[in-house]
């Protein structure tokens, strides 16, 4: 299968909304809202609001919630299709990611990210799985448009046979 060539560029549009001024509008700092909504042509709403630290809504997304999905998601559909080229059958992937947001000495930020993938394997080799994934690191997306260590913790498993 011929590797893809990405070309031309891909745009991508999202319609952020604050639906804070139904509840007063900014009228001081303790207690506007900051419940958001985005929306994304053809797509459910999703609904989100600062950390909770933050004065947010501790049951709705928040944006360092979805910057740290998006770089787990983003590892992940590039790990599952260099699996699929190299004949490795992944039959469960599971990441629990950390990120680390810190002012260290200057604005806040995430510092670091720590992917920590288990991948299961029902046929490939161990080796080539687990070194796969040095390789969807460069290729991810995301990883690629962020200025903070992306790392990556990766256990292969092989499936148990009955």
Same mark, same amino acid.
């Given at each position: 299968? #011929?590797? #893809? ?8 549009? $999202?319609t952020v909304e604050w639906s804070g001024s139904a509840q007063g509008g900014t009228?001081?700092? #303790? ?6 909504? %985005? ?5 459910? =709403? ?8 933050? /004065?947010?809504d501790p049951a709705l997304h928040n944006p360092e919630d979805l910057l740290l999905?998006?770089?787990?998601? +983003? ?9 699929? /080229?190299?004949?490795?059958? =992944? %039959? +469960? ?8 947001? +810190? ?5 806040? /930020?995430?510092?670091? =990210?720590?992917?920590? #993938? ?12 687990? /070194? ?12 690629? +448009? ?7 913790? $990766?256990?292969v498993e092989r499936e148990e046979q009955t």
């Amino acid at each position: 299968m #011929p590797t #893809p060539i990405y070309t031309k560029p891909y745009v991508y549009k $999202a319609t952020v909304e604050w639906s804070g001024s139904a509840q007063g509008g900014t009228v001081d700092y #303790p207690s506007y809202s900051r419940e958001f909504s %985005v929306a994304i042509d053809g797509k459910p =709403v999703l609904m989100g609001s600062a950390d909770k630290p933050f /004065r947010g809504d501790p049951a709705l997304h928040n944006p360092e919630d979805l910057l740290l999905a998006a770089l787990a998601t +983003s590892h992940m559909l590039s790990y599952l299709a260099k699996c699929s /080229r190299a004949d490795i059958h =992944v %039959v +469960s992937y599971r990441d629990e990611a950390v990120a680390t947001m +810190s002012a260290d000495g200057g604005p806040m /930020r995430f510092t670091d =990210v720590l992917l920590k #993938p288990v991948v299961t394997i029902s046929s490939g080799e161990i080796f080539l799985a687990k /070194r796969l994934h040095v390789g969807a690191r460069e290729e991810c997306f995301i990883a690629n +448009s962020v200025n903070f260590p992306v790392r990556n913790e $990766a256990t292969v498993e092989r499936e148990e046979q009955t």
